[in-house]
C-alpha cells in the first residue's frame, strides 16, 4: 500500500521544486519558483510537497490567509500538480493526505482555481469529475477565451477586411525586449484612464520576469511610423500561447490596430501551438461580464471555456 506524507515548501526545496514543474504532466512556467516570488511579499507562502516514501509526487503552489489556503491568489491557476504516473486511485490517496494535513494544520479551507486543459502537458486526472464526485463546492465561474487551433475556428469577415485594409496602410509589427514603451505610452494610460487600476504586473516586474524567462515572455508592438497604437504582451507555455496584456491608443482605436495585431498573432502562432488564450471578459456589470469584449474575442475565433473556482471545506 502506497504511503502518501506532506509537508510545506522551504526554500531549501527550491532546485527540488523548480526539476519537478519541468517534467510535471500539468506545470507551466507560473509555478516555477523565480515567478511565484516575484511578488512573494505580497502572499504568505504556504505551497505544499506531496512525498510517497521518498519520491516527490504531487506540488500544490498555494499562499494562505488566516485559516483559508490558496492555490495562489497571485497566480491565474493552480491546483494538484502531479508527476507523470499518477492514476486516478493515486490521485485519491494523495487528495485525502493533503485535506489531512490541512486540517491538522487548523486550515478551514482550500481554494482553487482550476487550470484549464490546455496547460496541461498529459492529463491522467479528470480534476473536475473528481471535485464533482466529491461534491466540492464551485464558488467562481469565469469565462474565459480561447481559440483552439486543431478546431475549425473562424475570425469574422469584418475583422479579416479591416486586416487586409490595413495591410496596405504602413503598419509595422515589432517584437520588442523592451517593454517600457508599450508599458508607458499605451498600457498604463489606459488602465488609469478607463478603469482606474493599474497592470498586476509593474514595468520592473514584468522586465524582471522576461529576463527569467525570456523564452515564455514576449512583446509584440504595432506601429505606424515612429508611433505605437498598440501591443499584446505574451505569455508562452507548451501548447498554448495566451495574450497577458493587450491594449490600444486613442489613435489605435480608429485604425482598430488592436484586431490588426490579433490577427497577425494569430496567423503567427496557429502551426506552433494548439490554442490562443485571450483570457476572461468578467467585469463589475448588471450582465457580470463585458459584452464587448466578449463578441471582439468570438469575432477573433474564440470558443468559451469556464474556469471554475473550487472551495474544499476541510
Request: aromatic fraction near 14%.
Amino acid at each position: 500500500m502506497k504511503n502518501y506524507t506532506v509537508r510545506r515548501y522551504h526554500s531549501d526545496d527550491v532546485a527540488l521544486w523548480n526539476a519537478f514543474v519541468s517534467s510535471a504532466q500539468n506545470a507551466t512556467f507560473l509555478f516555477h519558483r523565480d515567478f511565484m516570488e516575484y511578488h512573494a511579499d505580497r502572499f504568505q507562502d504556504y505551497s505544499l510537497l506531496v512525498f510517497e516514501e521518498e519520491k516527490l509526487v504531487s506540488i500544490i503552489p498555494a499562499n494562505t490567509t488566516e485559516d483559508k489556503v490558496y492555490s495562489h491568489n497571485g497566480l491565474t491557476y493552480g491546483g494538484f500538480v502531479l508527476n507523470q504516473t499518477v492514476a486516478e486511485n493515486d490521485f485519491e490517496k494523495i487528495y485525502a493526505a493533503v485535506v489531512d494535513f490541512l486540517k491538522k494544520a487548523d486550515k478551514k479551507q482550500l481554494v482553487i482555481k482550476e487550470m484549464l486543459p490546455f496547460y496541461s502537458q498529459n492529463n491522467t486526472i479528470d480534476f473536475r469529475d473528481f471535485f464533482n464526485k466529491n461534491r466540492v463546492k464551485i464558488t467562481d465561474r469565469k469565462m474565459n477565451l480561447a481559440i483552439n487551433f486543431k478546431s475549425d475556428y473562424t475570425i469574422s469577415k469584418s475583422k479579416k477586411k479591416h486586416y487586409r485594409r490595413l495591410q496596405s496602410a504602413g503598419l509595422v509589427v515589432k517584437k520588442e525586449a523592451c517593454f517600457e514603451v508599450f508599458w508607458t505610452k499605451v498600457l498604463t494610460p489606459l488602465l488609469a484612464e478607463k478603469y482606474h487600476t493599474k497592470p498586476l504586473h509593474s514595468l520592473s516586474e514584468i522586465t524582471f520576469l522576461q529576463h527569467k524567462f525570456p523564452h515564455n515572455i514576449e512583446q509584440y508592438n504595432l506601429y505606424q511610423g515612429e508611433e505605437i497604437l498598440a501591443g499584446i504582451t505574451i505569455f508562452k507555455t507548451q501548447k498554448a500561447v495566451k495574450s497577458q496584456y493587450g491594449a490600444t491608443t486613442e489613435n489605435g482605436k480608429k485604425h482598430r490596430a488592436l484586431d490588426y495585431l490579433f490577427i497577425h498573432l494569430i496567423e503567427k502562432f496557429s502551426n506552433t501551438f494548439d490554442y490562443f488564450d485571450m483570457g476572461t471578459v468578467d467585469d463589475d456589470s448588471d450582465l457580470g461580464y463585458n459584452e464587448g469584449l466578449l463578441n471582439q474575442k468570438k469575432e477573433l475565433g474564440c470558443t468559451l471555456y469556464s474556469q471554475n473556482t473550487y472551495q474544499i471545506a476541510l
